[in-house]
């Protein structure tokens, strides 16, 4: 708690008030999520990123599917192997 209302002599009152604000209304008033939540509200370069277009090359081919019996299988070894 101390620390929390330390926070008042670097940052701007209302700055700290609102990130312990929306800390509470999370349902996680911690410490560290305060201090996160504050450079986020002080911070606001970070909101705004630009859009990456990635290029044709990395395009994905084949589409992933799930193949839960394969896991299973490598789930299953039969005999016992090392990595060395």
Known sequence: ????LSLVLHH?????LRAVELALEAGVPTKMHVLNLL???????Q???PR???PDALTLE???KANVDRYDDLR???EKRNAS
């Open 12 to 16: 701007d009152e209302s700055a700290v």
């Open 76 to 78: 299953q070894v039969k």
């Open 47 to 49: 909101i705004g990123l």
């Open 62 to 64: 084949t589409a992933p």
């Open 1 to 4: 708690m101390v620390d929390i």
């Open 39 to 45: 450079h986020r509200l002080i911070d606001p370069k």
């Open 52 to 54: 990456v277009d990635p």
